[in-house]
């Protein structure tokens, strides 16, 4: 067993996910879709998993693409990957307001904390005074009930608490080294981890 394998084996965290969590990719996973991801969970339960890539954004600009929506996206306007599945198809997150909660209605769905999943069909002026911002991603990542739990064991992934800002934040290129900064040592060393670690 390598060093960082001996590191992340002693320092990841075992227990299921909740949504509202992150699962962050683990150093050195060579994965095409999923290295130095960060996956925002909106669903989590004995049916399976679902979340979104944080940090993949696109070349496609959503206000020109959803024009009604431009207002009150966060910067940058760009459209993120959500991920592998379901390309053609949106999942908006929303980040209300610090004390100013959205009403669950149905198009609108409390996830944890501030963020909220949001259909593409409501009235995006109904929120435009109660957000910090909203995040369009096409696609999503989902796993199949138990797929998770063997991925977690076998150290793919490290669970780690979400903060509204990773959802809508404007350096999301950065964001993998930023929520690896966060965690607690040995994890948070590993902030500096090469993409490729054959340069290092």
């Not at 198809?89 to 307001?97: D, H, I, M, T």
């Amino acid at each position: 067993m390598s060093e960082r394998q001996n590191y992340l084996s002693g320092a990841r965290d075992a227990r299921q996910p909740c949504p509202g969590e992150l699962l962050i990719a683990s150093p050195g996973m060579d994965d095409p879709i999923f290295g130095r991801t960060i996956i925002y969970l909106i669903e989590h339960g004995i049916e399976g998993t679902l979340g979104v890539m944080l940090n993949k954004p696109l070349d496609a600009n959503v206000a020109e693409l959803l024009e009604h929506w431009g207002q009150i996206l966060a910067p940058p306007h760009a459209l993120f990957r959500g991920g592998p599945l379901s390309g053609d198809s949106g999942v908006a997150l929303a980040v209300a307001q610090p004390g100013r909660p959205l009403r669950d209605d149905e198009h609108v769905h409390n996830v944890e904390s501030r963020v909220y999943v949001v259909d593409l069909d409501a009235d995006p002026d109904s929120l435009s005074n109660a957000v910090e911002g909203v995040r369009i991603f096409a696609g999503y990542a989902s796993w199949a009930p138990g797929q998770l739990t063997a991925e977690l064991a076998r150290g793919d992934w490290i669970v780690a608490m979400g903060l509204p800002s990773d959802v809508i934040t404007d350096k999301a290129g950065d964001l993998w080294a930023q929520v690896m900064r966060r965690q607690e040592a040995p994890l948070s060393l590993f902030s500096t981890y090469p993409t490729d670690p054959n340069l290092n």
